[in-house]
């Protein structure tokens, strides 16, 4: 079958014509274990819960501990590489238009194999309508759930996993939508519901909120007083006339009544004065259009006024608008957003979300899984799977704004780790991890969009070379060129397609879609062969170090780090010349380094501190294997650690390009152990600890930290932050405000971001930062 009405929305396509099958829409069926249903006036959602099976790739020690020195250990690889199968919890979500929905509960009903449950949540004005054909299809009872609370909770886990869920509209900015940064602490926040009425309701936690207020002058009232006007039935073909429509003609403006601005009251001459005024004076006929925009303005002006009087009585700054009134059209946020901005005088602003039409359906499903408690994980987007928002403008493509709705599918991966907020944030609420956001620079996005996809031939080589004993991983590694080439298209046209647009998210979609055709870990063998490689020059590079006065070995260490920096398989500059060049060194890595002065030079400020005091605790953000974490930051934290400062080292969780895992730092600590009393003594004694970040990026973001490394943080009293490397310290982080001191050093890997930047590559940032209430303490 094809689902017309569902592909014709979405990132899919921009061709009305192109459908997806099935089994692409209602993914991984056969493991679904949980459902719950929203059916509204004219959309179905489907809510299921699955168990996906998926490749895992797992380091684990030889036993070396027979054999005395790393000499006699030469021959030997470091640790062994597995790949295993892992199950993991996803939700689905799936929106179509009701005119499909006995179609899918067929195609539902063939697919279901093992599924535990004999009930499906129900939500929605349709739930009643469509309750005997769900159970006669589906032989599961049907079991409705509060409208209100489901559309609460479902708001809640939105906003709590989905970093870039909320979005101010701006009609006429380069970008039609700003992405807020959501921090985890939500509450308390207002939801102005528009359907057929309007409810305001004010949330204050997780299970307490009360409908304040309302009016009965809703979206019902729009659709059904301009049906009478218009003799237009359709919604959406409203909304159209609408926006071709020019309300002055129809309005009476302030200037209508008084020749120009009413000064004293501070009106000015446009506004409107009275809604529909000129009709009663005016004998002419009016357009269609211009009733209906009217019309729309009447409504968004009467919703917003009473949405600011409840928010300024309330004490409420964050007003997300949801509804069908709503839904993604571009018209209606952008009269409300008008609205809101004239009552308030900018001072609240009206915010809107990405995954609105999927609220009652996550709810339901929610309640319906209480047992499992899913509220206690972090859960994160799955952008291999996810469809994301379109491009909304009804007059660049009316076609492409199908009936459907503004997405069709959303996958959410239930993560490992519960992820918070790093303590040391100067201000969590206004961190934004992302330097720069290319939904709203141009040229930077083009020129990363052109990288990427250059980028993918090398990529999908590694990971056909990573599993060279597969032969079906051509296939794999073809299905993956063609899904992240699609995501690249997709991202072209609607840059703000999956939230902000960043470095960052172009390379989460690489991993996701890597895992996606599994390929968990594309860089392990390479990662192993660099690691055994650094070994075997750990204790010299130590022994040279050594032999240097203080100064310069605290200068030798910084450019050790920073050489150790330009291993990076992630940056094509590199990978060209590790792969024509398997002996590419330290030494020659240091002799490519800029000179000093560095492009952002704070060595001697950093020198100075040194001078000072130790640090209490050190946390230090690694990036890659091989020579940057043997040679370049254990030499340097080996340093802080005889200073008399505490240091853990955060890693990696999942894989990520060629950097550092967790499981992998474990192995390798504990071989530099064996071989530097230093290191063995600092583990022993617990002066060195090992976390893992909570996260399977090359980037970081300090909002969504593993809940145990905070709990570490806090209780050492980390007093310094070192962040390392291109992804972590310029991609993300360049500007992050930290309340302790900190370090951020790269080497600038990339001749574009080098020329951005004002340095050539290789060039070097090493940013020294101390907090303005610190400064003077030492």
Excluded at 25 to 54: C, M, P, W
Excluded at 657 to 678: F, G, K, W, Y
């Amino acid at each position: 079958m094809a689902l017309c009405g569902v592909a014709d929305t979405g990132s899919h396509s921009m061709d009305k014509s192109i459908t997806l099958p099935p089994d692409e829409i209602f993914r991984n069926l056969e493991n679904a274990k949980r459902f719950a249903i929203d059916i509204g006036g004219s959309l179905t959602k489907l809510a299921y819960y699955s168990t996906v099976q998926h490749k895992v790739a797992k380091v684990r020690s030889f036993d070396h501990s027979a054999k005395v020195s790393l000499q006699e250990t030469d021959g030997d690889p470091l640790y062994e590489i597995s790949v295993q199968e892992e199950i993991t919890a996803r939700l689905h979500f799936i929106k179509f238009e009701n005119a499909y929905i006995e179609t899918c509960l067929d195609f539902i009903k063939d697919h279901l194999v093992n599924t535990e449950t004999k009930v499906i949540k129900a939500t929605g004005g349709g739930a009643h309508k469509f309750k005997d054909l769900i159970e006669k299809k589906l032989k599961l009872k049907v079991d409705k759930e509060d409208e209100m609370t489901c559309l609460i909770k479902g708001c809640n886990f939105v906003l709590k996993n989905i970093p870039h869920e909320a979005f101010v509209y701006a009609k006429h900015a380069d970008s039609e939508f700003r992405f807020q940064h959501t921090h985890p602490d939500i509450f308390p926040y207002l939801l102005i519901n528009i359907g057929s009425g309007v409810s305001i309701v004010k949330v204050e936690a997780e299970d307490k909120f009360e409908r304040i207020g309302g009016s009965s002058i809703g979206g019902g009232t729009f659709w059904g007083l301009g049906a009478l006007l218009t003799k237009t039935k359709r919604f959406d073909e409203l909304l159209q006339l609408a926006s071709k429509g020019q309300h002055t003609n129809v309005d009476m403006l302030v200037k209508d009544i008084y020749g120009g601005a009413y000064g004293s009251l501070g009106l000015t001459g446009d506004l409107i004065a009275s809604s529909f005024g000129k009709s009663a004076t005016t004998d002419k006929e009016f357009s269609k259009e211009d009733m209906a925009k009217s019309l729309l303005h009447m409504i968004s002006n009467d919703i917003g006024q009473l949405a600011c009087l409840y928010a300024k009585l309330h004490n409420l700054t964050r007003v997300y608008f949801g509804g069908f009134f709503i839904r993604g059209h571009p018209v209606t946020m952008h009269t409300i957003t008008y609205s809101i901005n004239f009552f308030t005088k900018g001072e609240v602003q009206a915010l809107f979300l990405r995954h609105e039409g999927y609220l009652g359906a996550i709810g339901a499903f929610l309640k319906g899984a209480e047992e499992d408690n899913p509220n206690q994980y972090s859960w994160g987007e799955n952008y291999a799977g996810s469809s994301g928002l379109m491009s909304v403008s009804p007059e660049l493509n009316p076609i492409q704004r199908a009936r459907s709705g503004t997405f069709d599918m959303l996958e959410m991966d239930r993560l490992e780790r519960q992820l918070v907020n790093l303590p040391l944030l100067q201000d969590a609420t206004s961190y934004i991890p992302d330097t720069v956001d290319l939904t709203e620079d141009a040229l930077a996005r083009e020129y990363w969009l052109y990288c990427f996809e250059e980028a993918l031939d090398g990529v999908v080589k590694r990971a056909i070379a990573s599993q060279k004993d597969q032969p079906e991983a051509v296939e794999r590694a073809e299905k993956f060129r063609q899904k992240y080439r699609h995501k690249l298209q997709t991202l072209r046209h609607q840059p703000f397609a999956y939230g902000s647009l960043t470095v960052r998210s172009l390379l989460d979609t690489r991993e996701h879609c890597l895992n996606e055709f599994n390929f968990p870990d594309p860089y392990s063998k390479i990662k192993q062969k660099e690691n055994d490689m650094a070994l075997k020059y750990y204790l010299k590079v130590v022994k040279s170090v050594e032999e240097l006065s203080w100064e310069q070995r605290q200068f030798n260490l910084v450019k050790g780090l920073l050489a150790g920096n330009v291993f990076d398989w992630g940056a094509k500059a590199v990978s060209d010349v590790l792969e024509s060049d398997p002996e590419f060194g330290f030494e020659q890595a240091k002799q490519q380094l800029q000179e000093r002065p560095w492009l952002v030079d704070a060595y001697n400020q950093w020198i100075e501190r040194l001078k000072g005091p130790p640090h209490k605790c050190a946390l230090f953000f690694v990036d890659n294997s091989g020579i940057d974490i043997i040679l370049g930051v254990f030499p340097f934290i080996r340093e802080l650690l005889i200073r008399g400062t505490e240091v853990v080292l955060a890693s990696n969780s999942g894989p990520a390009l060629n950097d550092v895992t967790n499981s992998e730092l474990q192995i390798l600590t504990e071989r530099i152990a064996a071989m530097d009393p230093v290191i063995h003594a600092a583990l022993k004694e617990d002066r060195l600890a090992l976390v893992q970040n909570g996260s399977s990026s090359p980037c970081l973001d300090l909002s969504r930290l593993d809940k145990v490394l905070a709990t570490v943080v806090r209780e050492r009293g980390t007093d310094l932050v070192i962040i390392e490397g291109m992804g972590r310290a310029i991609h993300t982080n360049y500007y992050a405000m930290l309340s302790c001191e900190s370090l951020k050093l790269a080497v600038i890997k990339n001749s574009w971001l080098a020329d951005r930047l004002g340095g050539k590559i290789f060039s070097v940032v090493f940013k020294y930062e101390v907090p303005s209430k610190a400064q003077g303490q030492h």
